[in-house]
Nanobody, 127 residues
């Protein structure tokens, strides 16, 4: 049974940094691509970044110069390093896995394409 657990959220001042972790179990990172998403109240879930089994990464324009996705295969964990956080980054952050996606060279898959989701972790950026 696939499980994903996000940790690392919290309250941070504007301009600060956080590193989110997505620990996976029941699936393998060499067979699944992982994406990071966020959802603010009354807004749609937004794709932020993804990393594929071939190591390619993709980012949405809103975060590409501030966020970095990476993987530690030995720990079965995918990270999202977030720098220069802004109040508009306040949201609940989720990771998700999609089967059999070798590359994200052309961008991340759509939100409904992902097969397994975590429960999320809250990030709040104060002014």
């Amino acid at each position: 049974q696939a499980q994903l657990e996000e940790t690392g959220g919290g309250l941070v001042p504007s301009g600060g940094s956080l590193r989110l972790s997505c620990a996976v179990s029941g699936i393998t990172l060499d067979m699944h691509a992982i994406g990071w998403f966020r959802q603010a109240p009354a807004k749609q879930r937004e794709t932020l970044s993804c990393i594929a089994t071939d190591g390619t990464t993709a980012y949405t324009d809103a975060v590409k110069d501030r966020f970095t996705i990476s993987t530690d295969g030995a720990k079965k964990t995918v990270y999202l390093q977030m720098n220069n956080l802004k109040p508009e980054d306040t949201a609940r952050y989720f990771c998700a896995a999609i089967r059999r996606l070798r590359t994200v060279r052309l961008g991340c898959p759509t939100v409904p394409s992902f097969d397994y989701w975590g429960q999320g972790t809250q990030v709040t950026v104060s002014t």
